[in-house]
């Protein structure tokens, strides 16, 4: 028998600010956590801005001697998963550690050690690596390091895929509840690309704005839109299967009901145009929840700023949802936070979860050109009081992967 999935905890570390209700005031608000980079010298780069975390204190979450054995991706999720945890109000006693489960991703994991060590290895040879670094370094040691810490014996994988890291991992751990293998999942992702490296690969791909106006640098759906701004953080939930949840007074944000899994099978960064695999995401989570335009639906897009995914998702919901894709909601946060790659998605599902529960649906801030190729209803710059019934967040990510998560009111 398939069970019912709520969402009953929430964790974040982002550029808005280092915990949820931080972070969701400021996008109610339309704040932009973009600046100039301070994390290292960027003024000789063709773009310098980027959505930092900033005052972040990993001792708040972990031992200090456990910080010097993580990267910063690692202690972003920690951090995320400690907040997602205590919210929801758990205790080692109100879960059984074998239907206790984490599914927490990176898109490119420890890379801040990687630079680090490779740099000791270049510089002092290969006797003054740290014995650390490939535990470190490792795009599934945020998951397993949660485990740990709460002695969650259930499922584990740390999901990559690129930009869609956290709403696979939070999709897949929907289903792992749904069918049965698990009561209680931590699910989302990590990021802390912002280096020198990172931004140089990204430059040479075409894929960031070069924009030095941090008001014109993240733009979804806006006609001058040039390209991403890089963020960075960490956004899980708690999942739990809804008759557990109810039983032990849990508060309820929202219920997840739906979920979509594509690859376009096009291009290693590019979308295709036809929007044809994305399309079959959002139909498929649509599909499973019930999901009727009618109803109310909030839509918190991938929404990059890019030239070709805007285009290529509009294009999606149209596919979708025909004529009523105008009746839809849309929005898409990276205006705000710029693009948290692996984590992206799981701080847009936070705010899908968020925008249900308040009725309060977060802008897209920075809109200026209307782009007739782009003309859904994008909740242009100011936050709008709508109460939705349905939500969907979208991913798209390098690699042709398509996540599409469906979340009612409750």
Known sequence: MERRVVVTGLGAITPLGNDVNTTWTNMKKGVCGIDTVTKFDASEYKCNLAGEVRDFDPTLYMPKGEVRKTDLYTQY???????????????????????????????????????AEHTKLIEKGPGRVSPFFVPMMISNIASGTVAIKYNAQGPNIGIVTACATSTNSIGEAYRVIKHGYADVMLAGGSEAAITPLCFAGFISCQALSQSTDKNRASIPFDKERSGFIMGEGGAVVVLEEYERAVARGAKIYAEVV??????DAYHMTAPNPEAVAPAKAIELAAKEGGVSADAGVYVNAHGTGTPLNDKTETRALKKVFGEK???????????????????????????????????????????????????????????????????????????????????KKI
């Open 77 to 115: 999720a920690v951090a995320a998963a400690t907040q997602a945890y205590e919210d929801s109000a758990l205790t080692a006693e109100s879960v059984s550690p074998d239907r206790f489960g984490v599914y927490i991703g990176s898109g490119i994991g420890g890379i801040h050690t990687l630079i």
């Open 258 to 263: 739906g979920y979509g899994c594509t690859n």
């Open 325 to 407: 894709a105008y009746q839809l909601h849309v929005s898409s946060t990276k205006s705000m936070t710029g693009h948290m790659l692996g984590a992206a998605g799981g701080i847009e599902a936070i705010a899908s979860v968020l925008a249900l529960h308040e009725g309060i649906l977060p802008p897209t801030i920075n809109y200026r050109v209307k782009d007739e190729e782009c003309d859904l209803n994008i909740t242009p710059n100011e936050a709008a009081k709508v109460q939705c019934t349905y939500a969907l967040s979208t991913s798209l990510g390098f690699g042709g992967h398509n996540g599409c998560l469906a979340f």
